[in-house]
């Protein structure tokens, strides 16, 4: 089955062998991913936050294997991208108190990982997107004050290592923005965070050469979502893209739940 074959990809040894196992990777595979990665890196790209909230759940159904480290380190590269074109005024000052929120949690995430078996990761994945996605929708406008961005960053960090999703909880905070200073502020925390992730992903056994491959495999996808988040951002209605992102990733997380319990 795909997943069968994409579960056979490599997790150590000899680079040729890492490559031949990674060929034997269903094409349809290989297909799904790259049109995942394109619609969540051009959504991303745009308004700043929300392409793994589309593309964690849909992944999860192409090969559970490509969540949470392949899909945290094709995000560290389409945030390079982003912070290279927007900036705003001492962006590491303003996100200071929520970097460190976010390494609380990432730090938390992992005690949840490391106590969970492998068969038992796709639901407890499927249950933090349908939470995320209830958060996004929630309405709440708090105000970005330094305790509420510090508590946002403790929640985007346990997220965003547990399922590679890491935005509402500061895409809430700082929703009142300027969308550029938001995708500034947003894609920087986003940087630093989803290095963390990996680092800590990495020292539990939960990120390997397996999961490098496989992340390596998803950067087409992010090169060609990127290419036209410029357009998207000028040209798509911000609410209408949200609400898609949410019934999406919504749709997605409960068919991965359904065939995980059953």
Do not use: K
Not at 136 to 146: C, D, F, K
Request: net charge neutral; with cysteine.
């Amino acid at each position: 089955t795909p997943h069968q074959d994409a579960r056979t990809w490599p997790s150590s040894g000899a680079a040729g062998a890492l490559t031949c196992r990674l060929l034997a990777v269903e094409t349809s595979d290989l297909l799904a991913a790259f049109v995942v990665m394109t619609l969540a890196s051009g959504i991303q790209g745009a308004i700043g936050f929300g392409g793994n909230l589309i593309a964690a759940p849909l992944l999860v159904l192409v090969n559970p294997d490509l969540v949470p480290g392949p899909i945290i380190l094709a995000g560290l590269f389409l945030n390079l991208l982003v912070v290279r074109r927007d900036t705003c005024e001492r962006p590491w000052h303003q996100l200071a108190g929520a970097n460190v929120g976010q390494t609380v949690g990432s730090i938390g995430a992992i005690a949840l990982l490391a106590s969970l078996p492998t068969d038992q990761l796709t639901v407890a994945f499927s249950l933090i997107i349908l939470a995320a996605v209830a958060l996004s929708a929630s309405g709440l406008h708090p105000a970005p004050t330094p305790r509420n961005r510090v508590v946002g960053g403790i929640a985007s960090g346990f997220m965003g290592t547990t399922t590679g999703i890491g935005g509402p909880p500061m895409a809430l905070v700082l929703q009142s923005l300027d969308p550029l200073e938001l995708r500034a502020l947003l894609s920087r925390f986003f940087l630093l965070g989803g290095a963390v992730s990996l680092v800590l992903l990495a020292w539990v056994g939960r990120f390997d050469q397996t999961q490098a491959i496989a992340g390596l495999v998803l950067l087409p996808g992010v090169v060609a979502g990127y290419s036209a988040s410029g357009w998207l951002a000028t040209h798509a209605e911000r609410n209408h893209i949200r609400w898609a992102v949410l019934g999406l990733s919504t749709a997605s997380a409960l068919i991965a739940l359904v065939r995980a319990v059953a």
